[in-house]
Each structure stands twice: as C-alpha cells, then as structure tokens.
C-alpha cells in the first residue's frame, strides 16, 4: 500500500495541491491520480481519505489523505505545530485504511515533514491485543523514497517509546504488577552499555526509610519495588542529571476509601507517571541523547486490607515529616513524596516528576494538555516550547502559598495528605502538598490524569491508554542535551 498527502487549497474551488512524492507517483501514473482526484467529489477534506485500487503494479492501494492547508505552521490559539499535527493525524489515518485492507506493508509519504508522518504512522497503527487470539493484521510502516530518512527514523523511536507507555499502562494489573514493570523496563534497557537499572526491595526501601510510600504498598500482596534507573549519556558522566520521577501504583483500588467499582478496571493505568517517564529514557537511550539522566519509579498496589492505611493514620516521610493520612485514595503524592525526597541525593539540574495525580486536574483540563506545576520558568518554557513541537501540550497552572496553606493546616501531623476543603483545587492542593518534600530550585509536576486515556480526541490515537506525554518528555531532554551540548 501507499499513503499520498494532499494539500487543500486556500479558495474551494481551486485544485488541490499533491505533495511531492505525490506529484511524483501522478507522473508515474501519467497524470491518472489528478484525474481520479477531480471527479470522484468535492476535495479531501483535513484527515479525510479516499482510497484508489489499481493505479500502479507496485502499489495496488493507494490511499491520499487530506493534510489540510500547505504551510501550516504554529498557531498560537492552539499551542501547537498544526502542520505536524495535521501530518501525525492524516498518516495515520492512511495507514489504518491499509490495515483494514490485510497489506502487511505500507509506504508512507513524507509529506514535507517525515518525523510527523513516522510519528503518525507508527501510533495511529498501534494497538494492545496481546491476549487475543484474533489480532488486527501487522502493518509494517516504511518511509516512501529516502530523501528523509533520518528523520523518519527519529519519529519511529519517538513513537515506539510512547506505545511502549501505552503497552505498560493497557496491560491489565496482574500481568503488570510491580516487579513485572521493573523487569520488562530492565530487558528494554539491556543492550546499552551506559545505561544501569536497579531494582530494589522492600528491605532497601525500609532503610531509606520510605515511610509514606510503605504505608501505602502494605496494603497489598504484592511486594513494592523502588525503579533507579542511571542512564549515562553525557559527555562528562559526572555531569549533573535531569531527574525522572514517576507515580508507579499497578493499581489503585483507593485503598479503604475505596473507589467505585464503575471504571475502576482503568485504575490499572494508575503508574502512568513511571510509565511515561521510564519509557522516555528509554528513548533517550535509543536516541542516544548526549544527557545523564536517573529516572526513579516507586512502584506498589494500593489496596484495601486489613494491614492498608485506615483514614486518620499518620506516617513518617523519608526528610522526618508527618502526614495524616485522612483520605487513602490520595496514595500517589505519599509514594512521590519519599521519592522526591530520594531524588535530592543526585545533585540535579532539575527534578520532573509525572503521576496521574488528581481526578480534578481532569476536571480542569479535560485531555488537551498535561497539567504543569513548577517553582522554574525555565523549566516551564522548555516544556512549553517542547510541547508545541509535539502537539502533546502542557498548560502551566499555580503553586500559590495560597494551597499551601490548605495542607500544612492539620490537626494531628505536619501535613494533611488532602487540602482541608477538600475538593475545591484538587490538582493544586495536590502540587502545594509534592512542594513541601522539594529543595530544589527546578522541579515540576506533571499531573497527567487528564490525558491518560484516549477516547477520540488525539486522531492519531486509537481509544485506550494514551501514553501521554511520552513525546514531549523525549522532546524536552533533547532540547535540554541540545542547551549542554552549545
């Protein structure tokens, strides 16, 4: 099969813009493609696709996808590339046209950008069907002609390294418990020489006394795991690493606050911050990044027994600070506390961490973009920037003494683990809880919970666990290596 881009043009009536591979393949067909293209009906429409049979030996299907205005760059009502992102969602449109056809390989135009149209290709076929015995026929993406090859290249390992965050996150909880997670992360790292994985026990994590993150693992059968990964990318291995932290509960029943059964199967995404930021250091790794990076997973069940958290229980974090535990569902910040507090032992440029946090950061901004908390404008503008290259955005929101206050005010312990109104600014309260286990000048949060499915709003995406955001994480190290590097 073959994917062909169109451009619409600027007036209605006029005609229609092939790109270049499609200029070229029309002339191939002496001009046949234009023809078909002006009297089969209006012109494509912006990733819509028509699909022609028999134009050419070598490519019985032809699939042209609408890539909407040519030169379409960064708009700034969206915060994004609408050229990449019209690229990413035309793509892989083409190419699920050709899966549903059972041709086991496609050849994918460039249409001007081949990172964008890799990127495309590669997750709008991507699917978990593991554990069926009837699966959608493998559709191999290759980039049609070799003018871009390196960037399509590039774009395959940026979206393979967002699947293999949807793969973590789909697989159901007893398939990925604790030290599967950690395992499989281990066997994606095994070829890299520079790269060290540690997977350490229960008992490491009592020494380092992880007091909030046991309190929560304990409710559960399955033992917790503490993910160090050392990734050595830099010129100068003693060069201070960015540090990686992510939210890795397999999954959260909520604890003795239990939650509704209702939807609670998509609580085994509940580690989608360890999923994402493990994932974009294995990327890092395959892109060979010129950056050291520590990426640290705290990975446990939350779960109701009779050894679980009970509401109104206070534990001690790793830096000595109380927390009263008054809701159990509010597990994640209890495991990321202790980490964040863990990640200060490695002298970081800066500290990221990423973690379904707070059903309210979903209520604030749905799934167009990643939540992001942070005490660096810096750091914020890389994310931003990265992030408008990506399409997979972010939207900066406030870490105000304002919410602070909402959770150091606590009858019974230094903190209080909700905010003492509970539910008004949840993700925020939230944030201001994470700040108090940070010294570090550069840290961010990152609540992900609003963009950890996908039902249909990214086009290239199919419905599932979304494995956002993956990109702009690897978007952001690159740019970072690339500031190291000048």
Same mark, same amino acid.
């Given at each position: 099969?073959?994917? /062909?881009?169109?451009?619409?043009?600027?007036?209605?009536?006029?005609?229609?813009?092939?790109?270049?591979?499609?200029?070229?393949?029309?002339?191939?067909?002496?001009?046949?493609?234009?023809?078909?293209?002006?009297?089969?009906?209006?012109?494509?429409?912006?990733?819509?696709?028509?699909?022609?049979?028999?134009?050419?030996?070598?490519?019985?299907?032809?699939?042209?996808?609408?890539?909407?205005?040519?030169?379409?760059? +960064?708009?700034?009502?969206?915060?994004?590339?609408?050229?990449?992102?019209?690229?990413?969602?035309?793509?892989?449109?083409?190419?699920?046209?050709?899966?549903?056809?059972?041709?086991?390989?496609?050849?994918?135009?460039?249409?001007?950008?081949?990172?964008?149209?890799?990127?495309?290709?590669?997750?709008?076929?991507?699917?978990?069907?593991?554990?069926?015995?009837?699966?959608?026929?493998?559709?191999?993406?290759? /980039?049609?002609?070799?003018?871009?090859?390196?960037?399509?290249?590039?774009?395959?390992?940026?979206?393979?390294?967002?699947?293999?965050?949807?793969?973590?996150?789909?697989?159901?909880?007893?398939?990925?418990?604790?030290?599967?997670?950690?395992?499989?992360?281990?066997?994606?790292?095994?070829?890299?020489?520079?790269?060290?994985?540690?997977?350490?026990?229960?008992?490491?994590?009592?020494?380092?006394?992880?007091?909030?993150?046991?309190?929560?693992?304990?409710?559960?059968?399955?033992?917790?795991?503490?993910?160090?990964?050392?990734? /050595?990318?830099?010129?100068?291995?003693?060069?201070?690493?960015?540090?990686?932290?992510?939210?890795?509960?397999?999954?959260?029943?909520?604890?003795?606050?239990?939650?509704?059964?209702?939807?609670?199967?998509?609580?085994?995404?509940?580690?989608?911050?360890?999923?994402? +930021?493990?994932?974009?250091?294995?990327?890092?790794?395959?892109?060979?990044?010129?950056?050291?990076?520590?990426?640290?997973?705290?990975?446990?069940?939350?779960?109701?027994?009779?050894?679980?958290?009970?509401?109104?229980?206070?534990?001690?974090?790793?830096?000595?600070?109380?927390?009263?535990?008054?809701?159990?569902?509010?597990?994640?910040?209890?495991?990321?506390?202790?980490?964040?507090?863990?990640?200060?032992?490695?002298?970081?440029?800066?500290?990221?961490?990423?973690?379904?946090?707070?059903?309210?950061?979903?209520?604030?901004?749905?799934?167009?973009?990643?939540?992001?908390?942070?005490?660096?404008?810096?750091?914020?503008?890389?994310?931003?920037?990265?992030?408008?290259?990506?399409?997979?955005? +972010?939207?900066?929101?406030?870490?105000?003494?304002?919410?602070?206050?909402?959770?150091?005010?606590?009858?019974?312990?230094?903190?209080?683990?909700?905010?003492?109104?509970?539910?008004?600014?949840?993700?925020?309260?939230?944030?201001?809880?994470?700040?108090?286990?940070?010294?570090?000048?550069?840290?961010?949060?990152?609540?992900?919970?609003?963009?950890?499915?996908?039902?249909?709003?990214?086009?290239?995406?199919?419905?599932?666990?979304?494995?956002?955001?993956?990109?702009?994480?690897?978007?952001?190290?690159?740019?970072?290596?690339?500031?190291?590097?000048?």
């Amino acid at each position: 099969g073959l994917v /062909l881009g169109i451009y619409s043009s600027e007036k209605d009536e006029g005609a229609a813009q092939l790109t270049v591979a499609g200029d070229a393949f029309d002339r191939l067909v002496s001009g046949k493609l234009r023809e078909l293209l002006s009297v089969c009906g209006p012109p494509l429409k912006k990733g819509k696709t028509r699909i022609f049979h028999g134009l050419h030996q070598d490519f019985p299907s032809v699939v042209v996808v609408g890539l909407g205005t040519k030169n379409a760059g +960064v708009n700034d009502q969206e915060n994004w590339n609408e050229g990449k992102e019209n690229i990413r969602a035309a793509v892989a449109a083409g190419c699920r046209q050709i899966q549903d056809l059972e041709i086991p390989c496609v050849e994918v135009d460039p249409c001007g950008d081949a990172q964008a149209a890799a990127e495309g290709a590669v997750l709008g076929l991507h699917e978990y069907n593991e554990l069926k015995q009837k699966k959608k026929p493998v559709v191999t993406p290759q /980039l049609h002609g070799s003018a871009e090859s390196e960037a399509w290249q590039k774009g395959v390992i940026y979206a393979e390294g967002q699947n293999l965050a949807r793969y973590l996150m789909e697989a159901p909880a007893n398939y990925i418990t604790p030290i599967k997670f950690a395992e499989h992360i281990e066997q994606k790292l095994r070829s890299f020489s520079n790269v060290k994985v540690h997977i350490r026990p229960e008992s490491w994590i009592a020494t380092q006394q992880m007091g909030a993150f046991l309190s929560v693992a304990k409710g559960s059968a399955e033992p917790p795991i503490f993910l160090e990964i050392h990734y /050595l990318g830099g010129t100068n291995t003693n060069d201070s690493p960015l540090v990686f932290v992510g939210k890795g509960v397999t999954f959260d029943s909520g604890g003795i606050s239990l939650k509704p059964s209702s939807g609670m199967d998509a609580m085994r995404a509940d580690m989608g911050g360890a999923a994402t +930021v493990c994932s974009a250091i294995v990327t890092a790794a395959a892109l060979n990044l010129p950056l050291n990076i520590i990426g640290l997973a705290p990975l446990c069940e939350n779960m109701p027994s009779g050894k679980a958290n009970k509401p109104g229980d206070v534990v001690r974090a790793r830096n000595g600070k109380t927390i009263q535990v008054d809701n159990t569902d509010a597990e994640g910040r209890l495991l990321l506390a202790d980490a964040l507090c863990y990640a200060h032992n490695f002298n970081a440029r800066a500290i990221v961490n990423a973690a379904t946090l707070t059903g309210a950061m979903d209520v604030a901004l749905g799934s167009a973009a990643t939540g992001v908390f942070t005490n660096s404008s810096w750091l914020w503008t890389h994310l931003y920037e990265a992030s408008i290259l990506t399409g997979d955005r +972010v939207w900066r929101m406030p870490l105000f003494e304002h919410y602070t206050k909402q959770v150091t005010d606590c009858p019974l312990a230094d903190l209080s683990n909700i905010g003492k109104y509970s539910r008004a600014g949840g993700a925020c309260t939230a944030a201001a809880f994470l700040k108090e286990f940070v010294t570090a000048s550069h840290w961010a949060h990152l609540d992900i919970a609003g963009v950890m499915s996908n039902k249909d709003e990214v086009p290239y995406l199919r419905k599932g666990m979304a494995g956002r955001p993956t990109r702009t994480l690897v978007e952001f190290v690159a740019r970072l290596s690339q500031d190291s590097h000048n």
